[in-house]
């Protein structure tokens, strides 16, 4: 491993700088042409999606390439690949704050704001998937006349509390932190609308030291609290699977498999946003290539550990010498999709190897490139589970296969659009890089120099 | 509490300076003190004698909440509306668990979220403080004292004199 001991931000700069810069990208923004070209593209994506959606509703899932036995494919894949890019918000953000490691304060508020756009995205995917979506107030207890109740002992069930917290609760913690920021932002505000956006945002924050002190209390303890939320919300949709008998899904090394292949896509999405954010608006000096080396070496080893849940996956096959098990395994090996399986192990894996040198890791458009290679490679994993243990299961008679249709692709593609359109107006209103903590690590970092 | 309270903002320009100048305040016998800084301050809260907060007692008891509203329902709910699946037991404690994992963190984060917010009296929309002239710098990169009136016994003259002593860059009267 190479030296952390050294500074993570260049100490030569000054705290109100730091402060001006990052408030000023809301206040004065920097790339107008840039973003609105940027915005063109995502609202056509969002178009895709509203039309889709649209669509979807007005004919039925049907449009989709799912069938018998096929009945989960792209909804469900797509939920699990959203939600696991998701989780490296919290987990940049809420377990390297209780690690103290803090590289992280450059990197966490726009880490935490993709969550929060990701868990939508995913979430909204198995309200499309329910073919009539104007009974998802059943999911809920109610007292219904009809006198029946969700059934709880159903990990069905189980989905929709866990990705209701999990989304409530990001957005509490997320909130929680820009709070300081917001008041930075409202006290550098010159124009009438920004202070008062920033002036009722801010909830009156004047950081008063008694006010701090509860503030860091419950801050860390909702991080404290955000960490197992993150492990028991991807256990709990590794379950959906795991739970089953399905060949290919029935196996106890999912929770810790799919967690880590979540971290592993998120860790790959906020490498991804963090080169494109500190190219587009000039903040080498905060996201530093100290940051993308770190970046990069998480990224590594959460790659290797989800390597490892391949290589047990396997394992766990043949020792079971369970015949369909074992047919399964032949399928993603050998079978119609053996592409899927061999493009997740080629984009995940492949690539990733060229992390092991320092340069590979500092260097931007490397790391970028790695990056968008894994979330691919994930992309393909989470197809391969899907489909390749469903299209071929116990019966030889219901064996069929699935292609995804136009509409699959265009809802797929149009809620990256609903990712884009909410955070590119996020990155436009609320400063991207937490303010006070940079702050902080900024003066930290300066005492030990001086002192 | 006095009708209308008021005090004296002392401007410092570094955190170290602003702990320095607590100390002598303290020392001084000032004891309405608060600080307004851009960051937390590490050993500010020890030096004002602040009270420790209590939001990790409320987190605990929203915590206890979720998890018994969370299994109390879904044991009435299998009880209300009871289906027998192959004959697994209805109140299965471990398939209720994940519904009361979630709910126990969902109550204890929310509950310390707003308990801060409610103990720190926010939200409001303004503070007499945000007249003070500089006090915009609080969120940016300067570090104020305040010291606060005493019931009445408050000496503008001689409190500003003090706070200029211990080497505060600026003094302003403030209403608080």
């Keep these: 491993m190479t030296d952390r001991s050294g500074d993570v931000l260049p100490t030569d700069q000054s705290i109100g700088g730091v402060s001006d810069q990052l408030t000023g990208i809301p206040l004065h923004f920097p790339a107008e042409r840039r973003w609105l070209i940027a915005m063109l593209f995502a609202s056509l994506l969002l178009l895709m999606f509203v039309i889709s959606v649209i669509a979807l509703f007005t004919r039925g899932v049907g449009i989709w390439g799912i069938n018998i036995p096929v009945n989960w494919a792209f909804a469900i894949h797509n939920y699990v690949w959203w939600l696991g890019i998701g989780h490296a918000g919290t987990l940049i953000s809420a377990l390297l704050l209780l690690t103290q490691s803090e590289w992280r304060n450059s990197l966490n508020r726009f880490a935490e704001t993709m969550t929060l756009f990701a868990v939508v995205c995913a979430g909204i995917y198995p309200v499309l998937h329910l073919g009539r979506p104007w009974y998802l107030y059943w999911m809920f207890p109610y007292p219904a006349t009809m006198g029946v109740w969700p059934q709880f002992r159903s990990p069905l069930e189980w989905d929709i509390w866990a990705v209701l917290t999990y989304l409530t609760v990001s957005l509490a913690f997320w909130y929680t932190g820009l709070i300081p920021d917001l008041a930075a932002a409202r006290d550098r505000a010159t124009t009438r609308i920004w202070q008062i956006f920033f002036g009722i945002t801010s909830l009156g924050w004047r950081g008063s030291a008694a006010h701090w002190l509860r503030w860091s209390q419950a801050y860390r303890l909702t991080a404290g609290l955000a960490v197992p939320l993150v492990v028991s919300v991807h256990s709990e949709v590794s379950l959906l699977f795991a739970a089953g008998q399905i060949p290919g899904w029935h196996s106890t090394i999912f929770p810790p498999y799919f967690v880590l292949g979540a971290a592993f896509s998120g860790f790959a999405v906020v490498s991804i946003i963090a080169i494109s954010l500190r190219s587009w608006f000039g903040l080498n000096n905060l996201v530093t290539d100290e940051h993308l080396d770190l970046l990069g070496v998480v990224l590594l080893a959460t790659g290797l550990m989800t390597a490892y849940g391949y290589i047990f996956e396997i394992f766990d096959t043949l020792y079971s010498s369970e015949p369909h098990e074992l047919q399964t395994l032949s399928d993603r090996l050998t079978g119609a999709y053996a592409w899927t399986y061999w493009g997740a192990i080629f984009f995940n894996f492949i690539p990733l190897q060229a992390l092991w040198w320092r340069s590979a890791r500092r260097t931007g458009w490397s790391l970028m490139l790695i990056s968008i290679f894994v979330a691919l490679g994930m992309w393909l994993e989470r197809y391969l589970i899907l489909v390749t243990s469903l299209y071929r299961d116990f019966l030889v008679s219901s064996w069929s296969s699935f292609t995804p249709t136009f509409w699959d692709w265009s809802t797929y593609f149009g809620t990256i659009g609903l990712f884009l359109v909410p955070f590119l107006i996020a990155i436009r209103v609320i400063p991207l890089i937490s303010i006070f903590e940079t702050k902080e690590l900024l003066h930290e970092e300066q005492e030990t120099k001086h002192g | ?176």
């Design chain 2, 1 to 176: 509490m006095a009708e209308k309270s008021c005090g004296l903002l002392a401007e410092f320009d570094s955190p170290e300076a602003l702990k320095a100048a607590a100390k002598q305040a303290r020392a001084a016998g000032y004891r309405r003190l608060d600080a307004f800084t851009p960051f937390p301050v590490e050993g500010l809260a020890q030096i004002l004698r602040l009270p420790k907060p209590s939001i990790s007692w409320v987190g605990l008891a929203g915590g206890v909440t979720g998890a018994s509203v969370a299994l109390l329902m879904q044991c009435y709910v299998n009880y209300d509306f009871p289906i027998n699946v192959g004959g697994r037991p209805l109140y299965a404690l471990s398939a209720f668990a994940v519904v009361m994992f979630e709910l126990t963190i969902l109550f204890s984060a929310l509950s310390m979220i707003a308990a801060m917010l409610w103990q720190n009296g926010l939200p409001r929309l303004n503070h007499p403080l945000f007249d003070a002239k500089r006090f915009h710098l609080a969120s940016k990169d300067r570090f104020f004292l305040c010291i606060a009136d005493d019931d009445g016994r408050f000496d503008e003259t001689e409190i500003g004199s003090f706070l200029r002593q211990i080497g505060a860059k600026s003094v302003e009267f403030t209403a608080l």
